[in-house]
C-alpha cells in the first residue's frame, strides 16, 4: 500500500486502536469527517455528506484527486454508536481488513481514472444522431446523459455525477464510444 490515508487505517488496524481520526481540511482546518474505532475494528465512518463505506472511498479519493487533507488521532473510549461499516459489504464482512482490501481495489480504479479523465475545461454536447438513432443505454448513461445535458462543462458534470469519479469516467467512456457526444471547442 501506497496511499498514506490507507496505512493510516491499516496501522491503527494492527496496533487494535481505539478512538477516532478525525479528517481535517489542510487549506482552512475544517472537520471534513470521522473515522472511529473499536479495538482495531472499523465501525463507524462520515466524510461530508457520505456514512459508512462510501465515506470511506470519498476521502480516499480526496486524499488521492487532492492531497489536500491531513488526521488527528484520538484515542478515546468509543460508546455505544450503530455501526455503519461492514454491512454493505455483506454479512461476513465485517473484518477491517476486507475492508482495507476493498478500498485497495478502489485506489487503483481511482489512480486509472485520473490516467483517462478528459481535461476538466472541455465542454460536451450530446450528439443530435445519437438521440434520433435510439441508441440503447443502460440507466446509468442515462442518468449521466440528464447532467451532461444541464452541465456541459466536464468539472461540472464530475461535480454534479451520483457516481464515484472513476464511475463517470466509465461511463463517459462508453458514451463516447457509443459516439453519444462531441466536444464543444
Known sequence: ???YFL????????????????????????????ILFSNGEL????FCNYLGINAL???????????????AIEPELIDNISRN??????KNSTCSSTII???????YEIEEDLKKRPPMDQRLAITKDFIWNGEKITPSEFDLLCIISDFGLIKDIYDNSPFI???????????????????IM
Open 85 to 90: 461499516i461492514g454491512e454493505e459489504l455483506g
Open 7 to 34: 496505512n493510516l487505517l491499516d496501522e491503527q488496524i494492527s496496533f487494535q486502536f481505539t478512538g477516532r481520526i478525525n479528517v481535517i481540511s489542510k487549506n482552512d482546518s475544517l472537520l471534513l469527517g470521522t
Open 101 to 107: 482490501d476493498f478500498l485497495s481495489k478502489h485506489l
Open 1 to 3: 500500500m501506497k496511499n
Open 57 to 71: 472511498i470519498q476521502t480516499l479519493l480526496a486524499e488521492v484527486e487532492h492531497n489536500n487533507l491531513t488526521y
Open 43 to 46: 465501525i463507524y465512518a462520515k
Open 165 to 183: 469519479s472513476y464511475e463517470t469516467t466509465q461511463i463517459l467512456l462508453s458514451l463516447k464510444n457509443k459516439n453519444a457526444l462531441y466536444t
